[in-house]
Every structure is written in C-alpha cells, then in structure tokens.
T-cell receptor
Framework: GENVEQHPSTLSVQEGDSAVIKCTYS??????FPWYKQELGKRPQLIID?????GEKKDQRIAVTLNKTAKHFSLHITETQPEDSAVYFC????????FGTGTRLQVFP | DAGVIQSPRHEVTEMGQEVTLRCKPI?????LFWYRQTMMRGLELLIY????????DSGMPEDRFSAKMPNASFSTLKIQPSEPRDSAVYFC?????????????FGPGTRLTVL
C-alpha cells in the first residue's frame, strides 16, 4: 500500500526566512497531494493541494512542487510569520488519504 | 454551512466504560472518515464510508471499536470497553467525493481521556 514519509519532523526558522518541508510517496498511481496545517488544539485544515497533472502551484506565500518521476513533493513557505507556527501534514491518495507524520514548524520573531 | 459537527468535544471516562462519539458531516458530502490522533502514532485513519457504506475499516484497532452510519447526516464511533490506551483526539472528516480525491473537511475533534 501507499507509504508517505515526511521530513523534517521539526523545523525552526527566523521570521522572514523561508521554510521547506519534503514528502515522498510510494504508490505511483497517487494523483492528489494535499497539505494540511494544524494549529495547537485545532483541527487540520487544507492550505494547498496539487494534482498530478501539475508540477507547481502557488498561493501567495505558499507553494507546492511535485516531481512524479521521483515520487516526491514539497511545501515552500516564504517570508514566514509567527502565525505560520503549526504542524504541517502532507498526504497522498490511493482510495483514501495517507498522511505523513507531520512537521512542527516554529517561527521565531 | 456549519461544517462538520462532532460531539462531545471532551469525554472523560473510566476504563471499561462504553464511549460513543458522534459526527454530522457537511450536508451533501457523501464520504465520511474517522481518524485518531496521538503524539506517538500521528493521524491514523480508522474507517471510512462512501454513501453510508463502510468501505475500509482496516484501521480499526480491534473489535472493541465499531462504527456506523445509519444515514447520510450521522455517524457514530463506539468503543466498548474503553481502555486507557484509547485516549486520543478523534476526528471526523467529510468529503464531497469518495476516497482520497478531494479536500477532506475536519470536525473540531473529540478529546477522549480514559482513566
């Protein structure tokens, strides 16, 4: 079955710097790759997603890139702000979503 | 739309007691998912339904766990008997399309503590 690995598990950056989180997946049939943000004590919420017919997608300060050949995709956050501090989960689909183990991002003022 | 609704938000119970968690998906969504989140195991899919039919329950940890979806607007996750290791946050999520092809909208979660 599908296996999703996510790195790093924790990431600390200074406000204004960029943050990159990487995920790999195993099932070449996967075609949907969402990213969820979970703030402390809150529910996971979708922040951006990409489908396999697209290599890159951007929404303001966040972007996701997908390399289907290498089976990896990444989340890029530019000009980080303290409110970006949260746990971020990647996921890949089969007939269901398989989530990565999460990355705890801390942005220091 | 009120989003996915879960109740109760917090549940504290004693080992051996029955626990029932409830979920109301977003109206019009035909897929419903139950997840469990712990620090050790992360976000685990327990079971999901399409059109009220259980499709994949391979994540249900053992026979003490059961889930039902009697109609399109209501689902329950039951643990009987509960054990301390069941302590976790349980999320319900719904989606407008089956499986993993569309955004899943999560409810606020139920924080379960089993003493």
């Amino acid at each position: 079955g599908e296996n999703v690995e996510q790195h790093p598990s924790t990431l600390s950056v200074q406000e204004g710097d960029s943050a990159v989180i990487k995920c790999t997946y195993s099932d070449s049939a996967s075609n949907y790759f969402p990213w969820y943000k979970q703030e402390l004590g809150k529910r996971p919420q979708l922040i951006i997603d990409i489908r396999s017919n697209v290599g890159e997608k951007k929404d303001q300060r966040i972007a996701v890139t997908l390399n289907k050949t290498a089976k990896h995709f990444s989340l890029h956050i530019t000009e980080t702000q303290p409110e970006d501090s949260a746990v971020y989960f990647c996921a890949a689909n089969t007939d269901k979503l398989i989530f990565g183990t999460g990355t705890r991002l801390q942005v220091f003022p | 739309d009120a989003g996915v609704i879960q109740s109760p938000r917090h549940e504290v119970t004693e080992m051996g007691q029955e626990v029932t968690l409830r979920c109301k998906p977003i109206s019009g969504h035909n897929s419903l998912f139950w997840y469990r989140q712990t620090m050790m195991r992360g976000l685990e899919l327990l079971i999901y339904f399409n059109n009220n039919v259980p499709i994949d329950d391979s994540g249900m940890p053992e026979d003490r766990f059961s889930a039902k979806m009697p109609n399109a607007s209501f689902s329950t996750l039951k643990i009987q008997p509960s054990e301390p290791r069941d302590s976790a946050v349980y999320f319900c999520a719904s989606s407008s399309q089956g499986g993993g092809y569309n955004e899943q909208f999560f409810g606020p979660g139920t924080r379960l503590t089993v003493l």
